[in-house]
């Protein structure tokens, strides 16, 4: 199996469990309170609110051939492109819509912020970061390849059962468009990534099972721990 | 200095995987974490582990046996004579007096000792006292190495399993590995981690008591080739002088882990010559001061010691584990502190996790050094249970009598 097709099932398959989650569906179906739409908002702002900086540190790892792409992004994520939408902007409208006030969504960048630190204090258990910027650049696209999938389905079930607005939810549609678009760069770069930093197989798929050995995406977005794969603990 | 209340929580944490070895699979930490509130406002976390194949404890009993034995002596005791900056060993030493020892329980289900009971109570004391005095337990114990290096532990399952965590623990450039062995072709699973890992790394094995003594010497002489450090406890708990047997034929140095509960087993232990190193756990050595005491008893009868974990610690057995391990005069392997490696959430605010290498800075915060979140003990919690001493009782003890 090439690097690119193994990548891209460990994200199908991460986005499928997402999908078919309880917490999820349970989204979707709108039986649960306002307060749980709540929480997964300000869980996807504490995410998403860091993206610029994760980018960043990115940027700085990126082999020659892809380091324009990561840049674009990064920028894009500022509002320092074409289009000049700050994407933080767009997640804290998101917030302020669900009735988040000035003081909650403060609350949110401080989280966010402290996530970072985190980031930064947290022992790295790799020697070099060649492994962790493959580890971050694995969870990064990982996002975007979902995003592009399911963000308009995500921004659709807020409107319905949020009652938010086409204006409100404009991170969602926003990243349904782009992401379609950096996914396949998000793919491209995981590909170069392991190429320029010459990974032998073994270890870049040891290095793609440690990143996806839970679902990344219901920890960040519901703080559910769910394993990803069937394994000793699912098999009792 | 005296204790108004405590709360007993009742983890359950999942696991990220299983972890399984010849006599149990584990998919979440059942720690048992207890909080103590002083009268002076200060706050201390410990926890304990309650194995019935280790020390008889299981997570019902221990919290029985801290509710209606330990409780009741800790809230008549009175702390304010200690004094942890003077004398630390001797406050170590009156803190752990002041938890009524109780014997062996009866029947089939025989408790060898309250051990599990006595760490949790032992360390939520020691990290209240040390608190309320803005001292951190690295200046009671101070450190002997400026960071320790810890090993990985590879869980029983399948070898194609067993080889591929050898592999993330050999990306993660740790040292030391320990590989859990059972009935289950021991011999070929030595030998596949060992040609996966290259000859570099350091292996041992645990069987946590697999075998009779006639396999014991047959898979041990087997694994001879395999460059092993030591196998820990190869048979189960029995009387020294088997294992002493055993030790005579064996290639392969003898670390005793589940022979060791007691003082008084330790000094059996080499009495009978049974082993080369002691697997000390703070928990089931009944706590800080317990396990330094055995640990100065195999420093006198020139045994090396591994300062083990139970699987599913969280962060606070960590931090405890990290002050006594960085102040050993010596220790030769050091296991645990696999926090979010391991569980799907631990119980700090800061990270205990060893970084590459296996290797981890000490922690210089007051009291055991971590900052415990409250949020996560009630978020993973199956059991909450309050302990406060009456309020007559205490009203009569703060006029100085004590009725508990």
Known sequence: MSIRSLVESEYAAQTEAFASSEIFKSLRSGNVPAKVYDEFIARLCRTHLNSPQILAFLYSLAPPRVA??????????????????????????????????????????????????????????????????LTVLLEVTCFEWTLARLGKAIGDLLAEHRGLSWEDLLWFTHHAEVDQRHAEEGLDAVVEYANYYEFDETDFRLITEIVFRENVLLKRYFAKSEVSRPTLMLSL | MRIDRATIFCLRIPFVEAFRHSTSVRSFSDSIVVRVTAEDGAVGYGEGVARRYVTGETVESTVSHVANQLWPAVARADFSAISLSHDPLSALSSISAALPDHGPGDGPDRVIAWHGARA??????????????????????????????????????????????????????????????????????????????????????????????????????????????????????CHPNELAQLRVSSPIPIMADESLVTLADARALIHARACDHFNLRISKCGGIFRTLQMARLAASAGLRVQLGSHVGETAILAAAGRHVAAHLDQVEFVEGSYGTLLLAEDVSRESVVFGHGGVASLLRGPGLGIKVREEVLRNYAQNIISLQIARPALAERRKGKCLC
Do not use: W
């Open chain 2, 120 to 237: 949790v109570i032992e360390l939520a004391l020691i990290d209240c006292l040390l608190r309320s005095e803005g001292l951190s337990l690295g200046q009671l114990l101070p450190a002997k190495r400026p960071s320790v290096t810890y090993s990985g532990v590879i869980t029983a399952g399948s070898i194609q399993d067993a080889v591929k965590h050898a592999r993330y623990f050999k990306l993660f450039g740790l040292k030391y590995l320990k590989i859990k062995i059972g009935t289950a072709n021991p011999v070929q699973r030595v030998a596949a981690i060992r040609n996966a890992v290259g000859p570099e790394i350091s292996l041992r094995v645990d069987a946590n008591g697999a075998y009779d003594t006639v396999t014991a010497a047959r898979v041990l002489s087997a694994l001879r080739e395999f460059g092993v450090g030591a196998a820990e406890q190869p048979i189960g708990r």
């Open chain 1, 68 to 133: 324009e792409s990561l840049k674009h992004n990064m920028l894009e994520e500022l509002g320092l492109d074409e289009a000049g939408i700050a994407h933080s902007e767009l997640l804290l409208r998101l917030a302020r819509a669900a009735g988040f006030d000035q003081r909650a969504c403060a609350e949110l960048k401080t989280q966010s912020q402290a996530e970072l630190h985190r980031l930064c204090t947290d022992p790295i258990l790799f020697g070099t970061f060649r492994e962790f910027g």
